[in-house]
């Protein structure tokens, strides 16, 4: 067997303020920005901030299948926005929040320490 390596290089460059630490995908010519205290959706070809929601701590970002909502896990809370980082509920859990993902008819599915557990964009369960 043979093993390549690819070069990889930037294509782009952008300077980032205020702390950021993580950079999500947020679909083309999009990215998320993570930085202690919030999110934000970053333009790359404008260079501008879209949009931004103030939740702390984010872990992982689910994108729903349509790319409609996103899930921002935190330790113990799960954050549903539309693609415009609307805020459109928040679910507390008292363990830890493991991992998630949108089902075809968008519905979050996610699990805890001790279940399995869903919700609707809205928050319902």
Excluded: F
Excluded at 35 to 61: F, G, W
């Amino acid at each position: 067997k043979q093993w390549y390596q690819r070069r990889v290089r930037a294509t782009k460059t952008i300077e980032l303020t205020g702390g950021i630490d993580y950079i999500y995908y947020a679909g083309t010519g999009t990215v998320l920005l993570r930085n202690p205290e919030s999110v934000s959706l970053y333009d790359i070809q404008q260079k501008i901030t879209v949009a931004s929601v103030r939740i702390p701590k984010v872990v992982r970002v689910v994108w729903s299948n349509d790319m409609s909502h996103l899930a921002l896990l935190c330790k113990r809370t799960i954050a549903i926005c539309n693609r415009k980082l609307e805020l459109k509920a928040t679910i507390h859990e008292s363990v830890k929040i493991k991992s998630a993902a949108w089902n075809e008819q968008g519905v979050l599915i996610y699990t805890t320490a001790n279940h399995i557990k869903y919700t609707l964009h809205n928050g319902d369960n």
